[in-house]
């Protein structure tokens, strides 16, 4: 049997040490557990990679300590607008939707664009639409809200600015969400979900929903989700790039993954990190930032749970 297995991620960025209470810590860290579970049941019943990404993502989309359905930062215009995608690394299916709101599970619309449309990316009032056509109830704006996310968006709301979910030398609550897996039968699946960054533009669509830029999966090389200030994962197309040292400079997954996020994004000017996989059940998690929520676990035994360096 291949060994199986996850990682999931919680988003990354500045995240300052000091501000960090114990308890919000242990609070962290049984939502990434109860994430990687979610998923990794499902691979130990003999399940599919994409089925376990898009579990583990839901499930931290449903917890509000992270920047991902319920717990979606605000935009300038005080609305979310959220952003999921996910990819099939055996077939190269994939399904992506941007500029959604109301959904509570954005990853799981992502997977019915790909199982259900003819297409692969759909955007604003036309994912709406096909969300509606597919039976999906709408949530109200109470059930996104957050005190603290409120609260970083009016610290920015009246400047130009916008930021990764969190606010430098403050605190540390920042985390688009996402998954890679690795199955029994060796197929391996990504899937990312986000509300994208305080205070962006309406309209502003980041590199978590760009199939290739903050999500990719390929059984011949790798599954990678991305975290990080997405218009520099954009521009380094920076999934996909992992996935080309893989094929064409036959870099390990570590290696590549490390050479991007330590070298490549860096020079652009990016900050962030990912969780890459590949169809072997090796996992590498690299990040340019003070820390990033990361998990993963593995059927040879390994478990981690980590969010500094
Ligand atoms: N990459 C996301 C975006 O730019 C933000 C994040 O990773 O927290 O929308």
Redesign the pocket.
């Known amino acids: 049997m291949n060994t199986f297995s996850i990682a999931i991620h919680g988003?990354?960025?500045t995240l300052v040490k000091g501000m960090m209470t114990p308890e919000k810590e242990k609070e962290y860290r049984l939502a990434l557990e109860h994430a990687l579970e979610g998923g990794y049941t499902i691979l130990e019943n003999g399940g599919s990679s994409i089925d376990a990404v898009e579990a583990a993502v839901k499930r931290l989309e449903d917890s509000r300590l992270f920047?991902a359905g319920k717990g979606s930062v605000f935009t300038a215009a005080e609305t979310h607008e959220m952003?999921a995608s996910i990819m099939d690394g055996q077939t190269l299916n994939a399904g992506a939707v941007s500029l959604i709101s109301g959904i509570k599970n954005p990853v799981s619309l992502a997977r019915d664009v790909m199982d259900k449309s003819e297409h692969v990316f759909m955007a604003g009032a036309g994912a709406m639409e096909f969300a509606k056509n597919n039976n999906y109830t709408l949530e109200d704006d109470s059930y996104f809200y957050d005190e603290f996310r409120h609260q970083q968006w009016i610290e920015i709301k009246d400047t130009d600015s916008f930021q990764?979910?969190h606010a430098k030398k403050k605190d540390s609550k920042?985390?688009?969400v996402g998954a890679v897996a690795c199955d029994q039968n060796g197929n391996i699946a990504a899937a990312t979900s986000?509300g994208?960054?305080t205070n962006k533009k309406f309209g502003r669509v980041?590199?978590?929903p760009m199939i290739g830029a903050?999500n990719y999966a390929n059984n011949e090389t790798c599954a990678v989700s991305?975290?990080?200030?997405?218009e520099y994962?954009i521009r380094g197309v920076v999934a996909y790039d992992v996935a080309c040292l893989i094929e064409h400079k036959e870099m390990s997954l570590a290696d590549a993954a490390t050479e991007v996020i330590s070298n490549r994004v860096l020079k652009l000017g990016g900050d962030?990190g990912l969780i890459a996989i590949n169809a072997k059940g090796e996992i590498a998690m690299p990040f340019n930032t003070e820390g990033m929520y990361r998990a993963s676990k593995s059927s040879n035994g390994v478990q981690k749970i980590s969010i500094y360096k």
Do not use: E
């Open positions: 988003g990354a960025g920047n952003d990764l979910d920042f985390g688009t986000t994208g960054m980041g590199d978590s903050g991305c975290t990080g200030s997405g994962f962030g």
